[in-house]
């Protein structure tokens, strides 16, 4: 499984779309295998949840995210995990143990 978060340096970053980079996570048996950084390559409607989901990634965490970005991911088999913060490996760990304390929704404007 590939688990990407939305990334500012190695936190997770508030808004998905304007994030500096991708750290996608290889997990296996509920562990970190590894990660590779992917940069943004650019905010365009729509376009980042198919750019992730060529890399195979399975779950995007991020703090938050649009409605279209979310049905985009959704149509693709992607599970988005929302109102994340710290770490971007805390919390690919905490989501793992199930317990990602994260309860955010759709963003509803991009003044982040």
């Known amino acids: ?33 590894s990660f590779e950084t992917v940069p943004n390559p650019g905010h365009k409607p729509g376009f980042l949840p198919l750019f992730l989901h060529e890399h195979g990634v399975n779950v995007i965490i991020s703090g938050g995210m649009g409605q279209g970005a979310i049905d985009i991911f959704n149509e693709n088999n992607i599970e988005v995990a929302l109102g994340a913060n710290g770490l971007a490996e805390d919390a690919v760990l905490a989501y793992l143990r199930g317990d990602l304390e994260g309860k955010g929704g759709p963003c509803k404007e991009h003044n982040h």
């Open 1 to 33: 499984m590939k688990i990407a978060v939305a990334s500012d340096g190695n936190r997770v970053t508030d808004h998905f779309g304007h994030c500096e980079s991708f750290h996608i996570f290889q997990v296996s048996d509920c562990e970190i295998e």
